[in-house]
């Protein structure tokens, strides 16, 4: 059972865990930057004090093969007992990947990447601790790594952190084009887990709550940089992946990793683009009961057909900062097959419509340029 601390200065918890865990080495994994600039690196030198502390954060920002083969070896060579770690999506994920890597003794790392199954041993306590309000990584048991720019996405209930801090203070100093692509990622995954084919009451409830909270302050926390707002964005971000931790991601998941690895474009924002296209096209071709579950979506945002939720997702997305179409952050229509080709068949499966070759020709048509 995961144990959560959510709040602000929530982080000053870091030391009831390692007092409740006995602690006396810590493995921390971090971004280079956000470390400094969350302002968790002056909180923890004083949290910390007193524990031999070992730094990971030379890494890319997607989690590579290489990259986590190194922070393996660093573990294994430190005999850490806590793993924490602190930062946006990836690096929650490459600190579950590691912890979770370093349990599997004498195993081959791309064997275990390509087959979860393989998974046998637990890792050593890890505690998660976002400093942006997006992934909800932190409350999920996936870790996505990238080998040879191909996407594995790893499902294992070891991959869960056993602790969770979800301090609003640490995103405060977000930037806003990070703050938009984080939120409108949280968003659409609540939204994708609402209407999944995985749904649950439970999922649907947490999925609900998230959109509802961050309709209502994600202008505010991205453009005005409102505290109280963006103590509200971290909730639901968690709240988020609380439900894609049931449910898991749908098509625009599915379809956004290689504008991601590919064409750089921050993975938030490649999932933002592809969901009101997804929307749209899989409405048309969607069953009675799931044009039911899309309208409650399109209801929240005040709408009454897709045509309109569409335009307003638009509106929101351009609201925050962001192009609403690829083509406007160099993505190129002649690389349409392209991204086609390398869609995550395996995210499809949770989506409440089968799409074929000419629906994701489509999607990604209308994701580049425009509607």
């Given amino acids: 059972m995961q144990k959560e601390f959510i709040g602000k200065d929530s982080l000053k918890k870091i030391q009831e865990i ?7 080495n810590i493995f921390l994994v971090t971004g280079r930057e956000s470390f400094s600039l969350s302002g968790a690196k002056k909180a923890l030198n004083n949290l910390l004090k007193g524990r ?8 890319q920002s997607s989690p590579q093969l290489e990259d986590v083969e190194q922070g393996v070896s660093l573990l294994r060579h430190n005999h850490s007992d806590l793993v924490v770690a602190i930062g946006g999506g990836s690096v929650l994920d490459m600190a579950k990947l590691i912890n979770i890597l370093v349990a599997q003794s004498d195993m081959d790392l791309f064997d275990i990447i390509k087959n979860p199954n393989l998974i046998k041993n637990k890792g050593i306590p890890l505690v998660a601790i976002p400093t942006t309000a997006g992934s909800g990584s932190q409350a999920t048991h996936f870790a996505v790594a990238y080998v040879e720019k191909r996407k594995y996405s790893l499902a294992h209930d070891y ?10 203070v640490l ?10 692509s984080s939120a409108m990622d949280a968003l659409s995954q609540a939204i994708e887990s609402y209407w999944s084919l995985n749904a649950t009451h439970e999922s649907q409830s947490y999925a609900l709550d998230a959109i509802k909270l961050i309709l209502g302050s994600i ?14 964005m971290s909730l639901a971000s968690h709240l988020s992946g609380k439900a894609i931790n049931i449910t898991k991601t749908t098509a625009p998941h599915a379809i956004s990793y290689t504008l991601t690895s590919d064409f750089d474009i921050p993975h938030g924002y490649a999932v933002a ?23 409650e979506v399109f209801e929240l945002f005040d709408c009454r057909s897709v045509d309109e939720f569409c335009k307003i997702w638009r509106q929101l997305m351009q609201n925050c900062g962001l192009h609403s179409k690829l083509e406007d952050s160099n993505v190129p229509l002649n690389k349409l097959d392209f991204i086609v080709d ?9 989506h409440p419509v089968l799409l074929t070759r000419l629906d994701l020709e489509r999607i990604v048509r209308m994701a580049i340029t425009g509607y």
């Fill in 159 to 168: 991959l869960l952190p056993d602790y969770v801090i979800v301090d609003p």
């Fill in 18 to 24: 390692i007092d409740r865990t006995d602690t006396k």
């Fill in 273 to 295: 683009s592809l969901l009101a296209p997804v929307a749209y096209v899989s409405f048309n071709n969607a069953s009675n009961k799931y044009k039911d579950v899309m309208n």
């Fill in 52 to 59: 031999k502390v070992i730094i990971f954060d030379s890494f």
């Fill in 171 to 180: 995103s405060y100093k977000t930037s806003k084009k990070v703050a938009a």
């Fill in 342 to 350: 390398n869609v995550n068949v395996e995210r499809l499966k949770g």
């Fill in 219 to 232: 202008n505010l926390a991205v453009n005005s940089k409102d505290k109280v707002a963006m103590q509200t």
